[in-house]
Every structure is written in C-alpha cells, then in structure tokens.
Antibody
Framework: EVQLVESGGGLIQPGGSLRLSCAAS????????LSWVRQAPGKGLEWVSV???????YYADSVRGRFTISKDNSKNTLYLQMNTLRAEDTAVYYC??????????????WGQGTLVTVSS | DIQMTQSPSTLSASVGDRVTITCRAS??????LAWYQQKAGKAPKLLIY???TLESGVPSRFSGSGSGTEFTLTISSLQPDDFATYYC?????????FGQGTKVEIK
C-alpha cells in the first residue's frame, strides 16, 4: 500500500527546535518529489517546503532560514528540521507526495498529519 | 510569489445544486493548477490536476476548467458527501501556493 506516516510532533517552547519524520511505503522517496504542507488550527493549507528527487530544495518565505527539508533514501524517510520555532508555526504538519511519473504535478498522497504546538 | 485567490469563501447550497468555485492566480500559471477536497480532521484529497484532469476514482460530477489566471471547479449535482472545504493550488518550479479555501455548507 502506498502511504506516508508522519511522526515527531509535540509541544515545544518558542525558540526551540523539533524534527519531523515522514516514513514512506509502497514507493521510493529517492525518485519522487516530496513536500511539507501545514495547517494552523482553523485555517487553510500552507505549503512549507519541497525536496526534488535529485535533492534540490525550496522553501516558503515564512520558514526560509529556519526550517530544513531533507531525506534519507536508505530509510525511505523524509524529514523537516524546524529551528527557532514561533507561536505562528503551530499547525498540523502533513507530508505529501507530488506525482511526477503520471505527469500529475500535484499532491496525490498525503500523510495523516502531526501536530506541532509552539507555546510556553 | 504567486498568490491564489478563491471565491467565494463560503457557499451555502442544497443537495442537487450545481456549484462553482473560482480560483484566480496573480500571474499566469498555464494549466498547473490542482483542486483538493478536505473534510474536518482529515488530510486533503486530490480531485483534479492540470486544471481539468480528473484524478482516478473521483466522481465525474467534479470538473475543472481554465488556464492562465482564471480557473473553476464545478460540482454538477451536489451530493451529501460533498459538503467540505475545497482548495486550489498552483505549481511552479520554485514554490506551490494554496488558495484560502471555500467551505461548502448545507443550505
């Protein structure tokens, strides 16, 4: 079965760091584009970052310089290292696959989400 | 950065109604637009990609159209399972952006 499973969320103080993980199964992270998308409580979806199959990365302005996306092809896992966290980073964080083989260029597989709460 | 603006923000409709949601991009995105449906507490679900291609398994009452900067999602006959929030999303090499969402409510 093709799926993504996030982990690593929790309660963290402002200024702290947290690393999210997203384990893939049924496909390989090495040959796919993968993104992180977040959703603050009661708000809409916000794209955070993407990593291409070759390792190129891009970020939203709101997180550039604080967050780092990476992947471990041997573990088939995607990561998001979040530093200098702020209250406005509080959200459910989803990992999502962008389907390229079929030429979809959209998020066709999503994880269940992991909640990050930044609060003192 | 490319901005995406959806309208309306909220839509009240009845079962069987034809529903149309509009999404405008701040600059041309060709046909690199997708539509998603999200229900409370769940991850979004892909409905349409490349502006008008129906994702596998999605009912044919959903359709998408448009190119450049103006796009629409149409539900031809609203069903009880369709009451949800809908998002458009653009794709380009350097970023992706979602619209602010349209909540479809029961009238």
């Amino acid at each position: 079965e093709v799926q993504l499973v996030e982990s690593g969320g929790g309660l963290i103080q402002p200024g702290g760091s947290l690393r999210l993980s997203c384990a893939a199964s049924g496909f390989t992270v090495s040959s796919n584009y993968l993104s992180w998308v977040r959703q603050a409580p009661g708000k809409g979806l916000e794209w955070v970052s993407v990593i291409y199959s070759g390792g190129t990365t891009y970020y939203a302005d709101s997180v550039r310089g604080r967050f780092t996306i990476s992947k471990d092809n041997s573990k088939n896992t995607l990561y998001l290292q979040m530093n200098t966290l702020r209250a406005e980073d509080t959200a459910v964080y989803y990992c999502a696959r962008e389907e390229m083989v079929r030429g979809v260029y959209a998020f066709d597989i999503w994880g269940q989400g992991t909640l990050v709460t930044v609060s003192s | 950065d490319i901005q995406m603006t959806q309208s309306p923000s909220t839509l009240s409709a009845s079962v069987g109604d034809r529903v149309t949601i509009t999404c405008r991009a701040s600059q041309s995105i060709s046909s690199w637009l997708a539509w998603y449906q999200q229900k409370a507490g769940k991850a979004p679900k892909l409905l349409i990609y490349k502006a008008s291609t129906l994702e596998s398994g999605v009912p044919s009452r959903f359709s998408g159209s448009g190119s450049g900067t103006e796009f629409t999602l149409t539900i031809s006959s609203l069903q009880p399972d369709d009451f949800a929030t809908y998002y458009c999303q653009q794709y380009n090499t350097y970023s992706r952006t979602f619209g602010q969402g349209t909540k479809v409510e029961i009238k």
